[in-house]
């Protein structure tokens, strides 16, 4: 019994010591293990604090914004916004997938711009996932809350940014567009300021860290950590006004729509400071579509020969040399240059002076005073110091300098004195007039207001005006300023019709420049019109150029139509306190033509003359089954309306009559004309009164010259008064 006591005693001691010993090891293992943790970071291979950071950290990218533009008054002109594209997930490993097709499809139709039938088609693809191209990208946060609100399974978004443009057409090929990188999501200047600032625009992505808890939240009291900070770019204030950019989109529309030309251009700027207020062209685009169809800005890219309005600095050569004498009379009518004749448009003004020779717009007085009073190289000078042939510097892609004359050729040395043999922009004549309206001094045109850095919330750039050189003396400038009030105050000024406004004084100079044709010369009857005009006379607050390549109809008449309405308008929104163009029919006193087809004679003459227009009747039926313009065409009133009442018809009496009015007249009867001239019917090769069906050929001969008008006519009760001309004569080129 002792033995086994004892037995049993040792027994439990040896199995107390392989106990001990075991937790003893286990114990030593463990403490091994976490000093080896604790002194590697690893355990079995694998890097705990990796581990840990991987399951845990939380890595995020901050998109950096593309900065904004604005006009002057901090309305947003571009911007940043999220936009959504739209997908369908077909693939169950995916999550959610489309159950039905057909009823998704319909849905899904009356948010996006594609039929049942298309979304069908796109849904039964053998994809994993299908986009719904154009239709389904850039779609707003309204739309993709409605395609939410349908509750269509397997429909997905993801989210992307877009450029947005409020105001639609609205100085487009200044603001320009981007496009989207849709690998990298980031928005890309293409044209316009979007392009030239683009790396002042564009936003850097920057990175946080964080640590979540196990629901993936951000711990309370942890803090994110910047690893890369983001970077937005800068919001660019522009010089624009709304308001005016408004008043001269709507009136290059209407005259867009009615004169058909191939190009239109304007800028409007403030010739104290060069801030320049709107600008514009023809054709143009919305940049949220981009409907393009010329890229290039023409204020800035496009130089073309501009005709008269160069005049003016011909004029200030000669007045800055003291070679000029205003009240000296010469001989105008044409001038010999180089075996090449250069006409006056009207050659019958005879003896006038050099003063009335500017406002008539005379070329030989040019050619006069670069023969007889400066030089034609030192008149290229002075056209240099103006800023010609050289760029203005605006912040827009493909500027063009133009280009001067050559140096060998003495002929377009001269003929540059009115504008022809010379490539010249817009903008460098906004730049040019600077120097007369502000005592000589050149001010340079400037397109940006301010620059905000919203990163560190500071102003990084402020406004301010920027002189160029002094190419003439104060009273220099003050004297073709004087000059310039004349055109459009003299009873013989080019632009007194045309280009006068209503209730507040005005300078400026017209251009009616030949088209070149290449080798080939000029071409006949083709004509660029422009203007450049100022306002009040006294004190200008506004200059504007504006120009039309080719239109259909009109010329300087239509042309005048932009310069006043803009004009006008946008002295009284500065608080000029003149008499107001309301509205835009004011400025054009234009009136809608009636329908007037398959109307009796009586009838439609009685509807005519209502409107305030003149009835043509052309054969000598009792109905009418052919008229121009067609209905509903707004023309000026007191237009002549051509209504056709046979096939047979008696030639009428065309003297007095405008090209257009002659051009409609063709129109309806088929008569084959040809002109020679521009301006009123002064002869035509067969006499009024013969009857004719059949088309047959005939010769117009046109004038500006409204006395042998009234000669030919000779009836004092219904002559045309100077009052009547309501455009400029053609006074470019040699002819």
């Known amino acids: 019994m002792k033995r086994k006591k004892q037995q049993l005693n040792n027994l439990g001691r040896w199995t107390l010591f392989i106990t001990t010993a075991f937790f003893g090891v286990l114990f030593l ?77 319909e849905k899904l139709s009356t948010v996006i711009d594609l039929s049942k039938e298309e979304i069908v088609e796109i849904l039964s693809k053998d994809a994993y996932q299908v986009e719904f191209g154009t239709a389904g990208r850039q779609l707003t946060y309204l739309e993709k809350e409605k395609i939410d609100q349908l509750g269509l399974s397997g429909i997905g978004f993801r989210q992307n940014t877009k450029r947005f443009y409020p105001n639609g057409i609205f100085a487009s090929h200044t603001l320009g567009y981007t496009k989207l990188n849709e690998e990298t999501n980031v928005l890309k200047g293409e044209m316009g300021l979007e392009l030239y600032l683009d790396e002042y625009l ?96 023409p204020v800035v890219s496009e130089p073309f020969e501009p005709g008269s309005t160069m005049k003016i600095y011909t004029y200030a050569a000669a007045i800055n040399e003291g070679k000029y004498s205003g009240s000296q009379f010469y001989e105008s009518g044409s001038r010999l240059v180089n075996g090449s004749t250069i006409r006056d448009y009207n050659t019958t003004w005879g003896t006038i002076t050099y003063d009335e020779g500017f406002y008539r717009s005379s070329n030989t007085a040019i050619i006069d005073m670069l ?53 010249t922009t817009p903008i460098q004549h906004i730049q040019a007039i600077s120097a007369i309206l502000n005592g000589g001094q050149i001010i340079k045109p400037q397109l940006i207001s301010q620059v905000y850095d919203s990163n560190t919330e500071e102003m990084i750039y402020e406004f301010k005006a920027e002189l160029g050189e002094t190419p003439i003396t104060a009273q220099t400038a003050e004297q073709v300023k004087q000059l310039m009030v004349g055109v459009t105050s003299n009873k013989t000024g080019s632009g007194r019709l045309a280009y006068s406004l209503n209730g507040f004084t005005s300078g400026g100079k017209t251009g009616t420049a030949q088209i070149a044709d290449g080798a080939n010369g000029y071409l006949a009857n083709e004509y660029l019109y422009s203007y450049i005009g100022f306002a009040p006379a006294e004190d200008p607050e506004l200059v504007m150029y504006v120009a039309m390549k080719r239109p259909e109809t009109g010329e300087h008449d239509q042309l005048g139509q932009i310069y006043r309405f803009v004009m006008q308008n946008s002295l009284v929104y500065l608080g000029a306190e003149k008499t107001p163009v309301v509205d835009i029919a004011d400025v054009y006193q234009n009136t809608e033509v009636p329908q007037i087809i398959n109307e009796s004679i009586e009838e439609a003459v009685l509807k005519i003359e209502e409107a305030g227009l003149t009835p043509i009747i052309i054969g000598d039926g009792t109905q009418i089954f052919a008229q ?34 002659v051009v409609q007249f063709a129109m309806l009867t088929g008569l084959q004309v040809e ?57 470019e080129g040699s002819q």
């Open 202 to 297: 564009a936003g850097k992505d920057g990175v946080i860290q964080y640590i979540k808890d196990k629901k993936g939240y951000l711990q309370p009291n942890k803090k994110e950590y910047v690893i890369q900070p983001v970077k937005h770019g800068y919001d660019f204030y522009l010089t624009l006004d709304s308001t005016i950019q408004t008043f001269l989109e709507e009136a290059m529309n209407q005259v867009w729509e009615q004169a058909n030309p191939e190009s239109l251009v304007a800028v409007v700027a403030n010739p104290k400071t060069g801030e320049i207020l709107a600008m514009g062209s023809r054709s143009s685009f919305d940049p949220n579509i981009r409907d393009i169809e010329n890229y290039n800005n």
């Open 29 to 105: 293992y463990v403490a091994g293990c976490f000093v080896k943790i604790a002194v590697t970071g690893q355990t079995r291979g694998t890097d705990l604090y990796e581990f840990a950071l991987e399951k845990y950290l939380v890595e995020e990218v901050v998109t950096g914004r593309r900065g904004t533009l604005y006009d002057r008054d901090g309305n947003a002109l571009a911007e940043q916004l999220t936009s959504y594209t739209l997908y369908a997930n077909l693939y169950e490993e995916y999550g959610d997938v489309v159950e039905d097709i057909d009823e998704t499809a």
């Open 371 to 423: 023969t007889n009073w400066i030089s034609p190289d030192k008149y290229i000078e002075y056209l240099e110091a103006f800023g010609f042939g050289s760029q203005v510097g605006l912040p827009l892609p493909s500027e063009s300098a133009g280009t001067l004359p050559t140096d060998w050729d003495l002929t377009q040395k001269m003929t540059a004195g009115f504008g022809q043999g010379i490539l």
């Open 628 to 661: 121009s313009p067609k209905a509903m065409s707004s023309v000026s009133v007191g237009s002549k309306v051509f209504i056709q009442t046979s096939k047979t018809y008696a030639l009428p009496n065309f003297t007095g009559w405008t090209k257009d009015e």
């Open 675 to 731: 002109y020679m001239g521009e301006g009123y019917v002064l002869e035509q090769s067969i006499q009024q009164g013969q009857l004719l069906t059949n088309p047959i050929g005939i010769t117009l001969t046109l004038t500006k010259d409204l006395t042998q008008i009234n000669e030919k006519l000779n009836l004092q009760e219904v002559q045309i008064q100077p009052e009547d001309l309501t455009t400029e004569s053609k006074d």
